[in-house]
């Protein structure tokens, strides 16, 4: 699919380029901490290292939602922290509930990434084919196909998600961990979390870039002489669509994707820094509860910033490389 | 005429995806599980009442009568109470809005400032420090989730250092201007100033990043045009070229890049205020959504929505008034 002129021309910026090199480690890095978190973490990410009175882990493992402890104090209920500063036995440090921020991090990676690459490939899947068929065929079909693109437009990705998931609230999937399971990681959670409502919404609001993209390629494509010809040797359009306008616009699609992935990790952790994610292992959740003990413990709220703006450098400029290889002019909310 | 014909095109086109969001806020609500009664009365109040209240909201009615209804008192300005407050929708929407504004104005002036400028010198001076320093700038301006960074401002300035406060809107700006206009004490401007700073810059440091890489391209191109080498033979000011002839063919992409961005200045809005308790339609919208308060989620969304495509519009249009072969499209 990829032609020896477009593989000589990724490699050629690729050694030119020591910031495609630093993007490329950056990502690297990343996804193998988010597959071997397990391995790599010093703690359960749940464990608070306290217990209640039958020696059982306080609060319960988990995703649990209230993640601020309570004791009794002089005036009622108050809220007890259990912070502890970054040490040898806690290399960045604990929350505000006790647990390791390290460990935390390192599940927020598989969060992040598993709403990213899965979100936008819904995205991308859905808006394609809908971009594609609305530019190839044009006219009314195209209308009222962009007329509805534009309704899903009018909204800002975020406001439009909170929606969404405010009215439908954010389920979660487990998957079963392959590593817990085969036995290398002793005490670790037996199942990784998807945040499954958030993927789709993320995808929901998204897709109709590619949607975009697709159509303005359709539309100079499908005048092409081979398309033409193609046409009078019997062809049909569904056969035009995939063998010959598909294959031809995939170069923006392609870089326009590699960008998204970075939107939509943004997104996914502007929706859990706003309690909509579902799940407490991730880096948006963890900065919102930080956000109460800035002055007593910045490492909570820092860290998982730094881990999110690292990820989406890192994407970035892999797109960069992309596009500054492949050229076409495109953007996206979110991403230019 | 032909640009009358397009205008009326745009504004027909308008009219059929505001309908759709209405649509889609009414969707919403209709698809949403759960029993508004809930939300407005206690679980243990009488099924008399309860039913009652069924009946003033129509919700007994079939979803189709529901919708033609919805639609009926849109038109007629109606956007019904609030759930929580029992208050008009549209004053709630509407006495949120300056706050908001003021946010997006000024987030907007803090990266038109320092973007330009940095995006000029960046793109005159390839490869020397200066530019190194605007494309890190820049690449790091647009992969800082905009929150985080509200977050390390008030951990550095605020609880550091004290120098800005951590949040809040004690002083509406049109309030602090008259102040100052009748009395000229400026302290209430001072801190409306003190108090928008670490939002604003929380919120443009994206677009400072965007304008700045978008500026810097720009330059590069245009600097490679014949006619900068044309007023560089006639003897021009190197300043007067780049800053009037060059950064003026550079300004279109930007103005049309920033237009299509204008979701995320209201989506990152709706953030920064969450972020700095600032008290504008994103914080409401959070709460609302928080409470499942439905006839004004439903506002603030239309409200959002009816103003994206009518700025679109303006855009557009303004863009096909000085552009005519837009038209031709």
């Known amino acids: 699919m990829i032609s020896d002129r477009l ?62 402890m309570w004791e009794e104090g002089e005036e009622g209920m108050e809220r007890v922290s259990y ?7 806690h290399y960045l440090g604990t929350n505000n509930i006790g647990q390791d921020v390290y460990s935390r991090v390192l599940f927020g990676a598989r969060t992040s990434l598993l709403v990213g690459l899965i979100g936008t490939g819904i995205a991308t899947l859905v808006g394609v084919p809908y971009g594609l068929i609305s530019g190839y065929y044009g006219g009314r079909i195209d209308d009222s196909l962009m007329r509805a693109a534009d309704v899903m437009l009018a909204f800002p ?6 929606a969404l998931i405010g009215v439908f609230g954010a389920g979660t999937q487990l998957i079963p961990d392959p590593i817990v399971m085969a036995g290398f990681a002793e005490g670790m959670p037996e199942n990784a979390v998807l945040p499954g409502t958030v ?33 009078s040797i019997g062809a049909s359009n569904t056969t035009i669509l995939t063998k010959h306008v598909l294959p031809n616009s995939l170069t923006p699609i392609i870089v326009l994707a590699t960008i998204q992935v970075a939107a939509i990790i943004l997104l996914e952790s502007s929706l859990s820094y706003l309690g909509f994610s579902g799940t407490t292992l991730s880096w948006g959740y963890e900065i919102q509860q930080g956000q109460d003990y800035l002055a007593t413990a910045w490492w909570i709220a820092t860290i998982p910033g730094i881990a999110i703006l690292l990820a989406v450098v ?7 490389w992309l596009r500054d290889s492949l050229d076409p002019n495109i953007g996206g909310e979110g991403g230019v | 005429m032909a640009f009358g014909k397009f205008l009326t095109k745009r504004l027909l086109q308008g009219a059929i995806v505001i309908w759709g969001v209405v649509t ?15 939300l407005i009365v206690d ?121 800005f406060p951590t949040g809040q809107r004690p002083v509406a700006l049109h309030d602090a201007l008259w102040t100052f206009a009748t009395t000229l004490h400026a302290g209430e401007l001072l801190t409306w100033v003190r108090h928008i700073t670490l939002p604003a810059i929380a919120l443009g440091t994206y677009f400072t990043a965007l304008i700045t890489r978008l500026t810097r391209s720009g330059m590069v191109d245009e600097l490679g045009k014949p006619y900068v080498t044309a007023t560089e033979a006639k003897g021009l000011p190197e300043v007067l070229i780049r800053y009037k002839h060059v950064l003026r063919n550079t300004m279109i992409p930007i103005v049309t890049v920033l237009g299509l961005q204008l979701g995320t200045l209201i989506g990152g809005a709706v953030i920064t205020e969450t972020v700095f308790a600032w008290p504008g339609l994103g914080l409401r919208l959070i709460n609302s959504i928080y409470a499942l308060d439905w006839p004004l989620i439903q506002g603030i969304l239309i409200f959002i929505g009816v103003g994206f495509v009518l700025i ?4 557009d249009s303004l863009y096909a008034y000085l552009n005519p072969r837009v038209i031709e499209e």
Not at chain 1, 83 to 89: F, K, L, N, R
Not at chain 2, 24 to 38: C, E, I, K
Not at chain 2, 58 to 87: C, T
Not at chain 2, 114 to 121: E, S, T
């Open chain 1, 7 to 68: 593989r000589s021309s990724l490699k050629r910026e690729f050694r030119g380029s020591l910031l495609a090199k630093l993007g490329l480690v950056l990502a690297v890095i990343i996804v193998l901490m988010a597959v071997f978190a397990p391995v790599l973490a010093t703690h359960h990410p749940g464990a608070t290292g306290q217990f209640d009175e039958n020696g059982n882990s306080y609060p319960p493992w988990g995703v649990s939602h209230d993640t601020h």
């Open chain 1, 199 to 231: 993927t789709l919404v993320v995808a929901l609001v998204n897709w109709v870039w590619f949607a975009r993209v697709a159509r303005g390629e359709a539309i100079s494509i499908r005048s092409e002489e081979y398309v033409k010809a193609a046409r």
């Open chain 2, 24 to 38: 889609v806020t009414f969707g919403l609500r209709a698809a949403s599980p759960g029993d508004p009664v809930n």
């Open chain 2, 43 to 163: 679980p243990a109040t009488s099924p008399e009442i309860r039913e009652q209240i069924r009946e003033d909201l129509g919700l007994n009615e079939p979803i189709y009568v529901q919708y033609i209804e919805y639609l009926r008192d849109l038109l007629v300005g109606d956007f019904g109470y609030s759930y929580q407050s029992s208050r008009d929708v549209a004053a709630l929407v509407i006495e949120r809005i300056p706050a908001t504004l003021e946010l997006a104005l000024a987030a907007t002036v803090v990266a038109i400032v320092i973007a330009i400028p940095l995006g000029v010198i960046s793109g005159t001076r390839r490869n020397e420090p200066a530019d190194y320093g605007a494309t890190l700038f820049s690449l790091v301006g647009i992969s800082t989730p905009n929150f985080w960074l509200g977050i390390m401002l008030i951990l550095v300035l605020a609880v550091q250092f004290g120098i």
């Open chain 1, 83 to 89: 912070t502890i500063e970054p040490s040898a036995e």
């Open chain 2, 312 to 315: 679109n519009i303006v855009v």
């Open chain 1, 157 to 162: 990705s975020l406001v439009l998600a909170i």
């Open chain 1, 314 to 320: 890192s994407i970035n400029l892999l797109g960069d």
